[in-house]
């Protein structure tokens, strides 16, 4: 495929001063820690529904998979019809020349007027050119295939990998098949919506039915048909999951196992502490020896601190953060880095203010021998 027909890489944008949106994370227009890797990790690990968010992503590359088909026949038409033919084909080529094919997916209620109408002449065009070309006899191989009933859950090509799409196609005349498509339209049905399937998402049972009646009864495969399941998924995750993302990823930089592991210490190390002062001035030791209670207060209150704001302004200030326990990564996103450097000097000074309260308290309280 030509370079200058190839779908343009989002661009993350480097002077953003503000909070990413949902819709950009999803785009791969942010960067770590907010970018989408970190937001897969976060709904695997904390939020426990990455199958919504597989979900959006296979619906994503099911676009992706008709966009580049439909460009490819374009091609195709281009430079397979002869130049004494081509004044016929003008009407094909025309219909075809009408369709971008490189707009981002995103949820239809973002889109603007003119992005809506590109993806409804897009499912349009292949409703049509479906015609009463599909039949159900035909797909029961990709049927079988997105009905497999496999415990191992399946690497992501769109996500993890960077699978080459001419691998699933066995047409010499597109990189991208027609069968492709019905074959991923039916993989995302008994994958994620069907009654018992394997990946069940939790949707409306007015939206799934719409969606089996389309793809079983109807044979469409177009990316209209997954319009309402994909903007309620984004719904759902804008508002259940997203929040709670950008507060542990942009506001902090620890994991919950971590945030566990530095309560315990912290406590250990207070209690610690507290012991040593209050038998040192039970005993009436000088002040210059009571003042050793400094380094358990100092570790204790340094733990506490960075559990209560899910922070350690070490790791902020030298520009980390923990995406799984023990394993870190750089902060690239500008605009977080200077959030959690900010809030990493709150830290530093609740540390200080505490640390130097509780040892000055017990330096300077009369000591009395029991």
Aim: with cysteine.
């Amino acid at each position: 495929m030509s370079s200058g027909q190839s779908t343009p890489t989002p661009k993350p944008d480097m002077h953003r001063h503000r909070l990413p949106t949902l819709f950009e994370v999803l785009s791969r227009r942010t960067l770590p820690p907010v970018d989408l890797f970190s937001f897969y990790i976060y709904m695997r690990d904390q939020q426990r529904s990455v199958d919504y968010l597989d979900f959006w992503l296979d619906v994503a590359q099911h676009m992706s998979l008709c966009r580049h088909y439909v460009r490819e026949l374009r091609r195709s038409v281009m430079i397979g019809t002869p130049e004494n033919e081509k004044a016929p084909s003008k009407r094909s080529s025309a219909v075809l020349d009408h369709l971008d094919v490189n707009d981002p997916a995103g949820p239809s209620m973002q889109l603007n007027p003119e992005e809506k109408g590109h993806d409804q002449r897009l499912s349009a065009f292949l409703r049509h050119e479906n015609g009463n070309k599909h039949s159900p006899q035909g797909s029961l191989n990709s049927q079988h295939q997105g009905a497999n009933g496999s415990g191992e859950r399946p690497p992501r090509p769109s996500f993890m990998s960077t699978q080459d799409p001419r691998t699933d196609s066995n047409s010499p005349a597109h990189t991208v098949a027609r069968a492709d498509i019905r074959a991923s339209a039916e993989k995302i049905l008994y994958t994620f919506l069907l009654p018992g399937s394997e990946r069940e998402i939790i949707l409306p049972d007015a939206i799934t039915s719409e969606i089996t009646r389309a793809i079983e009864e109807d044979g469409r495969d177009d990316p209209e048909i997954f319009d309402a399941a994909k903007d309620y998924v984004f719904q759902a995750m804008e508002r259940d999951a997203f929040p709670g993302f950008l507060r542990t990823k942009a506001l902090g930089n620890l994991v919950p196992p971590s945030l566990m592991l530095r309560l315990i210490a912290g406590l250990l190390s207070m209690f610690g502490g507290f012991w040593t002062a209050f038998v040192l001035v039970f005993l009436d030791y000088p002040r210059h020896t009571r003042a050793w209670v400094l380094l358990p207060f100092a570790v204790g209150i340094y733990f506490l601190a960075t559990h209560q704001y899910s922070l350690d302004p070490v790791m902020a200030l030298a520009g980390f953060s923990e995406y799984t326990f023990m394993s870190f990564s750089r902060v690239r996103e500008p605009y977080v880095r200077s959030l959690l450097t900010k809030r990493s000097f709150v830290v530093w000074g609740w540390w200080f203010l505490f640390t130097a309260l509780l040892t000055l308290l017990f330096v300077f309280v009369p000591g009395k021998r029991l």
